[in-house]
C-alpha cells in the first residue's frame, strides 16, 4: 500500500502537530516506505490487523518490543508514528458514528496525539514504540472512552472467566496523580457515558495491572493511594510485570543493572531495593467490588 503524503498531512493538522521537525521525519518516513515493496505489503498487513479486523491478532502485537521484528534492520523510525496517522479518517469517523460530544472529542484528539508525541518529546526516542501505537488505536477505532481520572474499554469477554461477557476494561492514565476522590468520582460517572456510548448496562467492571500488584501493595503504606485502589477490587495474581514496572515506575524501557534504577520517588526507591533482592513483581487482575 503506497501511503499518501496529503492523508499524513490531514493526520498531522487533525492532531494539530506542528513541529517542523516531526513533520519531516513523517514526510521521510513515507518516501522509505513507497520505496520498499516488502514494506508496504508489512504495511498493508498490519494495516488489516489494527483498523480492519480489529484485535484478531492485536494480542501478538502487545507482544513486540521493537519495530525491528515487524520490519527488519534499517527500517525508518517514524513507521509506527504513520501506521497511527493513517487512522485519522477512520478516527474522525467512528467520533461521528459513536456520536461522542465536544469533550470526549477533544480528549480523544490529545490522547492520540499524546500518543504519537510523547515517546519522541518525553523520552528522546526516535520514534514512538510499537505500544504507543497500539494504545493510539484504541482510540482511533473507539474501544474506549475517558471519564474524569478513568478510561474504559469495551470488551466483548470476561478476562476471568475466559467466557463470552460484555464488560469494560478500568484503564489508568500515568499522567495524574491516582486521588481515590477522583477515581470514585470517575467510576460513578462513568455509567451514563458506558450506556451512551457503548450501549450497557450495569457491566462488570475489572482492571488488569501493576497497580493491582500483591508485591507493590506490600511495600506501601495503607492509607497510600495505590492500596484504596486495591482496596476497590477482587484480585487475583497474573504474570511477572516488570516491563509494566520499568516503563510507569521509572519511565525506562530496559536496564540491565537495577543498581541504576533511579530513586527519586519513595515508590522507586522501595522498588528498586525489593529487585536488587532477587525478587518478582506479578500483575494482579481484579473485579470491581
Not at 469533550?103 to 520514534?127: F, M, P, S, W
Request: aromatic share 10%; with cysteine; glycine share 2%.
Amino acid at each position: 500500500m503506497d501511503i499518501q503524503t496529503n492523508v499524513i498531512k490531514e493526520a498531522i493538522e487533525f492532531y494539530n502537530i506542528r513541529d517542523t521537525e516531526y513533520i519531516e521525519k513523517c514526510y521521510e518516513c513515507i518516501e522509505f516506505i513507497n520505496k520498499n515493496a516488502n514494506i508496504k505489503i508489512k504495511m498493508h498487513e498490519l494495516f488489516n490487523i489494527l483498523y480492519i479486523d480489529e484485535n484478531t491478532q492485536l494480542s501478538e502485537l502487545w507482544k513486540i518490543k521493537n519495530i525491528e521484528e515487524l520490519f527488519g534492520k534499517d527500517c525508518h523510525p517514524f513507521i509506527t508514528n504513520i501506521l497511527l496517522l493513517i487512522s485519522y479518517k477512520k478516527h474522525s469517523d467512528n467520533m461521528k458514528k459513536y456520536k461522542l460530544d465536544k469533550k470526549q472529542c477533544r480528549i480523544h484528539k490529545e490522547r492520540v496525539k499524546g500518543a504519537l508525541t510523547n515517546d519522541i518529546y518525553q523520552r528522546n526516542y526516535n520514534g514512538i514504540r510499537i505500544s504507543q501505537m497500539l494504545w493510539g488505536t484504541y482510540f482511533t477505532n473507539l474501544k474506549l472512552i475517558e471519564v474524569g481520572r478513568l478510561q474504559y474499554e469495551f470488551c466483548k469477554n470476561n478476562p476471568i472467566t475466559n467466557k463470552e461477557e460484555q464488560c469494560i476494561k478500568i484503564h489508568i492514565p500515568s499522567d495524574k496523580k491516582l486521588d481515590n476522590k477522583e477515581v470514585k468520582k470517575s467510576l460513578n460517572s462513568s455509567k451514563q457515558f458506558i450506556k451512551r456510548y457503548f450501549k450497557l448496562n450495569n457491566p462488570k467492571y475489572y482492571c488488569n495491572s501493576w497497580l493491582l500488584s500483591n508485591q507493590i501493595r506490600n511495600l506501601l503504606q495503607e492509607d497510600s493511594n495505590i492500596a484504596k485502589f486495591q482496596d476497590m477490587f477482587n484480585i487475583n495474581e497474573t504474570e511477572e510485570c516488570i516491563d509494566d514496572i520499568l516503563n510507569f515506575v521509572y519511565n525506562i524501557r530496559n536496564i540491565n543493572d537495577y543498581n541504576n534504577l533511579a530513586e527519586n520517588t519513595t515508590l522507586q526507591r522501595k522498588v528498586k531495593k525489593y529487585l536488587l533482592e532477587g525478587k518478582s513483581i506479578k500483575k494482579g487482575i481484579g473485579i470491581l467490588k
